[in-house]
């Protein structure tokens, strides 16, 4: 087993052991995943991937972090932009398919959302205009980007450039799949497709290998790991909480979700353009010279340097 395979075994090893096993602890206390206690017990769960991703490029393949993408990179902003408003493109096109597929429509004061999801005989809270909802969600997405770090800094900062370096389109859909695979354990029990989470397994995998490809195109042509983090963290700020408020309780979650089958349509026109465009080429991807002189000659002072 070379340095480079090592260094992806274990990296899974422990990014998977460190998510399912809490996970696991917290599900077998009673916790539903679909509850605000779970999102708060599991919070560390979500950084298993990048102190995985650490402790492999620290002391099992002692790399180092020059083609970590820590920096920021604001002379990309265009791209950071991208990755924070895509989720409202993609909300929009939902919104105007659903109906015209006849897979159900969308309540846009998000009230039928609210009482399907909060427990019966629960006060319904004011819920602001659709409008402010969004705008005060994307901006949320900001501060939710530290939180995304945890898993991006794993999963598109290590693992994806790091397992077909030469074949970037290959490595997104493979990271995609573990990336997937990853989230079983939660999506089985109904975190994101509760009417359907056995069939939400095969809906989840093929959004993640696109979103794989599209967080993918923002990191490289970035070079910064906090593009796609940012654009994560909207996924889950923007995209899933409007989707869920606004069809819940009028429609199947696994065709209306930010992440579901309708989300295809332009996630998957994103990911067309990237791969068919040349957008994911192994030439000037970040890092890549640092990488292949690691993994020519492992521990020279290149390729070990210092965390920054």
Not at 58 to 79: C, I
Not at 100 to 109: E, R
Not at 196 to 218: K, M
Request: aromatic share 12%.
């Amino acid at each position: 087993m070379n340095t480079r395979t090592k260094g992806i075994a274990v990296y899974l090893l422990i990014a998977f052991a460190l998510a399912w096993i809490p996970w696991e602890i917290v599900i077998r206390l009673g916790i539903s995943v679909r509850t605000p206690q779970f999102q708060l017990a599991s919070l560390p769960s979500a950084f298993a991937p990048a102190f995985a991703a650490f402790i492999v490029r620290k002391w099992v393949t002692r790399e180092g972090f020059a083609d970590a993408g820590l920096r920021l990179n604001l002379s990309k902003w265009r791209y950071y932009l991208v990755g924070w408003l895509l989720p409202l493109v993609v909300v929009g096109c939902i919104v105007v398919l659903a109906p015209l597929l006849g897979l159900g429509k969308a309540d846009l004061s998000m009230m039928r959302g609210a009482k399907a999801i909060l427990p019966p005989g629960t006060p319904l809270p004011h819920i602001p205009s659709l409008w402010i909802s969004a705008a005060v969600l994307t901006f949320f997405a900001v501060l939710g980007a530290p939180v995304s770090f945890g898993e991006e800094f794993g999963w598109r900062s290590y693992l994806q450039l790091r397992l077909f370096p030469q074949q970037p389109i290959l490595s997104a859909v493979v990271t995609g799949l573990f990336w997937s695979l990853w989230h079983f354990p939660v999506l089985v029990r109904g975190y994101a497709f509760p009417d359907n989470p056995y069939s939400g397994l095969i809906v989840f995998t093929i959004s993640a290998v696109l979103l794989s490809i599209i967080f993918g195109w923002l990191r490289l042509k970035t070079a910064s790991i906090w593009s796609t983090s940012l654009a994560h963290a909207a996924t889950n700020a923007v995209g899933g909480n409007l989707t869920m408020l606004m069809f819940t309780g009028g429609a199947s979650l696994i065709w209306v979700l930010d992440l579901g089958i309708l989300a295809w349509i332009p996630l998957g026109a994103l990911s067309a353009w990237i791969v068919f465009t040349g957008q994911l080429k192994p030439a000037g991807a970040p890092g890549l010279a640092v990488f292949e002189t690691w993994e020519a000659h492992p521990g020279t002072k290149d390729s070990s340097s210092a965390l920054r």
